[in-house]
């Protein structure tokens, strides 16, 4: 994981008056907070399931887990995308693992009740034994769904906020990337950490740590904490390109290609590497070559998954290839020194002579989510965990 700004909003307004304090170390620890986090926060949050092009032909599919929910977005015959609920309405055995393609009909392997790809149940073993079942009664139950900028969106909320009105500012900033238009460069993969999520994401909402904690970064790029942009509940930080070659190889080589290959892209988007994030977990990193997104998703206190998609036009210039090889391997080199940071910040939770210290302005977007988060959980300011969460 890269970088990047976070959330601005009229919501969520970074305190002035003095340096904020990060948040008590039992917050990222409570056997509770997971709960309370995902019926609070993520279950009314859009959270990206795939690209539509994961999904090229009709009975296609790719699932989301989050907590105890289970989505399967999948290709219907009319070319359209759908999601619902990865749960068989017989006995709620799940339906569908990973991704994959489904040969006619979505079928349940525990007992063989079996939809189509509008969810519509259209066959049940023995069914004379079922009385008066009514299959129309039966269909898989849909799942809020957007699709925005060619990505698959959903939401368990009833009513979900709007998606595209939190993007509308950064469309035409996004547009010469042509999203849409990309391909899956590999399929959606993801990693387990022994981080609490908000360990994560706290991370990734500050570039105070990248002078220290990514060497590689330093010497290639700008801090993005430089050219930063928000609203709607979205910020962009931007890196640019450094005149000066990197010590390093690997680096230097991705600097000298990247001009010259990124031919679809305006001049100055050939020397920007841009990191969006849309609170709570959601982050999109945008390069010349390729571009990803992340989500992180809390498994229990302590402990997180961080799922992962990496996306590109169709390009089979060799050069191509190689400036995406050259990305990836310095952002792998970026996610590591990310992982190790985060496991440090959580064993050093753990010690009871920690207390929580000051932010810096260059915080000032972690200091964002917690605001976020006590917006939802207004226990977490509390210098203890209280004996009952309202």
């Not at 063989?112 to 079942?133: C, H, K, M, Q």
Request: hydrophobic letters at 40%; one cysteine or more.
């Amino acid at each position: 994981m890269s970088p990047v700004a976070a959330v601005d909003s009229t919501s969520i307004v970074p305190p002035t008056a003095g340096a904020p304090r990060a948040l008590p170390a039992w917050v990222y620890s409570h056997p509770e907070m997971t709960r309370l986090e995902l019926e609070r926060i993520f279950r009314p949050s859009w959270q990206i399931v795939c690209h539509v092009n994961s999904l090229p032909k009709p009975g296609d599919f790719v699932t989301f887990d989050m907590g105890t929910d289970s989505v399967v977005a999948v290709r219907d015959r009319e070319g359209a995308v759908r999601a619902f609920h990865n749960v068989c309405r017989h006995r709620g055995a799940r339906l569908l693992d990973g991704h994959g393609h489904c040969a006619g009909t979505v079928l349940c392997p525990y007992h063989g009740w079996s939809y189509n790809y509008a969810g519509d149940l259209i066959g049940v073993p023995s069914r004379e034994t079922f009385p008066g079942l009514n299959r129309e009664d039966f269909g898989l139950k849909p799942v809020h769904l957007q699709v925005l900028m060619g990505f698959v969106f959903v939401c368990m909320a009833d009513d979900p906020p709007p998606l595209k009105e939190r993007w509308a500012p950064f469309l035409d900033e996004l547009a010469p990337y042509r999203f849409e238009d990309m391909v899956p460069l590999g399929p959606i993969t993801s990693a387990d950490w022994d981080v609490d999520w908000k360990v994560a994401m706290d991370n990734y909402l500050e570039s105070y740590h990248v002078p220290i904690g990514h060497p590689g970064l330093q010497r290639m790029f700008t801090p993005d904490y430089e050219d930063q942009r928000a609203a709607s509940d979205i910020a962009r930080g931007t890196s640019w390109l450094r005149e000066q070659p990197s010590s390093q190889w690997s680096e230097r080589f991705y600097q000298s290609l990247v001009e010259r290959t990124a031919t679809h892209l305006p001049d100055a988007y050939k020397r920007a590497w841009r990191f969006y994030s849309l609170l709570p977990n959601l982050g999109v990193d945008v390069y010349p070559e390729q571009m990803d997104f992340f989500q992180v998703l809390p498994l229990a206190p302590g402990k997180c998954r961080i799922r992962y998609g990496l996306f590109g036009l169709p390009d089979d210039r060799r050069e191509m290839r190689v400036l995406r090889a050259l990305g990836t391997r310095i952002n792998r080199s970026v996610n590591t020194e990310d992982h190790t940071l985060c496991l440090r910040v959580q064993r050093g939770l753990a010690s009871p002579s920690y207390t929580p210290g000051p932010l810096s302005s260059i915080e000032k977007w972690m200091a964002a989510f917690h605001s976020q988060l006590e917006a939802k959980i207004p226990e977490v300011r509390l210098p203890v965990a209280p004996a009952r969460f309202a």
